[in-house]
């Protein structure tokens, strides 16, 4: 997902530890944070649908868009896979002919305008995907697109390291990686690490969940890795956090164009009739004099 042009940055995912398969689906994450001015809510959400509309209509760019549930009030997320950073230039090239090509040039500069007009700040990032770190990965991309595909919801906690401590955070990872996989009860973790558009070295620990229902008895911690070595993981922790926040995060599918394989998981949720039906309707030629869709 683009839509900015110099308001997106890509987070971004590269493994060799990672099952060929697996990094096929994105090395990188293309990440824009959005805080939209609670008066401007309900604009910005309808105009988020028409420009979800159009690159969904005109085979522009791909995003998920994920609204929060639980911290800070009135933020969007919108992220893309990328394999390259190639990849930005292309995107956001399919995202403005989608849109010129569904409402014409002046819409489309009005969109981004609007877009401007209805938001306190935005920020983007670029995470590399870090597989050698994530626990319980999909093996292929059949699997990857059925995780996407059925889930609703996602907790995301931002690590921030003190200096000069990433590479004894990433063996604490590794460690909990390890004995997490070992474990049957515990879900897929994706981690992932900032490299364009932070400050120091943040890492993303993320979960996805077909409900609200599936945070509910998850092994602890603690269980997993036993008392001894939780210990030791609290001291590492101490040692190695400068800071920390979580977020939890609902799907809209609404303000999203999924890749098709992910749509196809779910099509009644990705691709419900009424959107389906207004994206059938065709624009006239003159649609450039129309209000243009402001993404999100």
């Known amino acids: 997902m683009s839509f900015r042009n110099a308001l997106w940055a890509v987070a971004i995912a590269v493994c060799l530890a990672a099952p060929a398969a697996v990094r096929g689906q994105g090395d990188y994450l293309d990440v824009l944070i959005v805080k939209v001015k609670p008066e401007k809510v309900a604009e910005y959400q309808a105009n988020g649908k028409k420009y979800a509309e159009a690159n969904r209509r005109a085979n522009g760019d791909r995003w998920i868009a994920f609204e929060s549930v639980y911290g800070e009030s009135n933020v969007i997320l919108y992220i893309s896979t990328r394999n390259e950073y190639a990849d930005i230039d292309?995107?956001?090239?399919?995202?403005?002919?989608?849109?010129?090509?569904?409402?014409?040039?002046?819409?489309?500069?009005?969109?981004?305008?609007?877009?401007?007009?209805?938001?306190?700040?935005?920020?983007?990032?670029?995470?590399?995907?870090?597989?050698?770190?994530?626990?319980?990965?999909?093996?292929?991309?059949?699997?990857?697109?059925?995780?996407?595909?059925?889930?609703?919801?996602?907790?995301?906690?931002?690590?921030?390291?003190?200096?000069?401590?990433?590479?004894?955070?990433?063996?604490?990872?590794?460690?909990?990686?390890?004995?997490?996989?070992?474990?049957?009860?515990?879900?897929?973790v994706f981690v992932s690490q900032v490299i364009e558009g932070g400050?120091?070295?943040?890492?993303?620990?993320?979960?996805?969940?077909?409900?609200?229902?599936?945070?509910?008895?998850?092994?602890t911690t603690k269980e997993i890795l036993g008392d001894e070595a939780f210990k030791k993981l609290q001291q590492m922790v101490a040692e190695t956090y400068e800071s920390s926040e979580s977020a939890l995060y609902r799907i809209n599918p609404e303000l999203s164009n999924p890749p098709e394989e992910v749509a196809k998981v779910a099509m009644d949720f990705w691709r419900p009739k009424a959107m389906a039906a207004s994206a059938a309707k065709p624009k006239t030629a003159d649609a450039g004099t129309k209000e243009p869709t402001k993404k999100q």
């Open 90 to 188: 292309k995107a956001l090239d399919a995202e403005m002919a989608a849109l010129d090509k569904t409402y014409g040039k002046a819409a489309a500069q009005k969109l981004q305008q609007d877009f401007n007009n209805s938001v306190v700040w935005t920020r983007s990032e670029l995470r590399r995907r870090r597989w050698d770190l994530s626990r319980k990965a999909p093996q292929n991309a059949e699997e990857y697109a059925k995780l996407i595909g059925e889930s609703r919801l996602l907790r995301s906690t931002a690590v921030h390291i003190r200096p000069g401590r990433t590479a004894d955070f990433e063996a604490l990872l590794k460690e909990v990686k390890e004995a997490g996989e070992k474990n049957a009860n515990t879900a897929p």
């Open 199 to 219: 400050a120091g070295a943040t890492f993303y620990l993320s979960t996805l969940r077909s409900s609200i229902g599936g945070f509910d008895h998850n092994p």
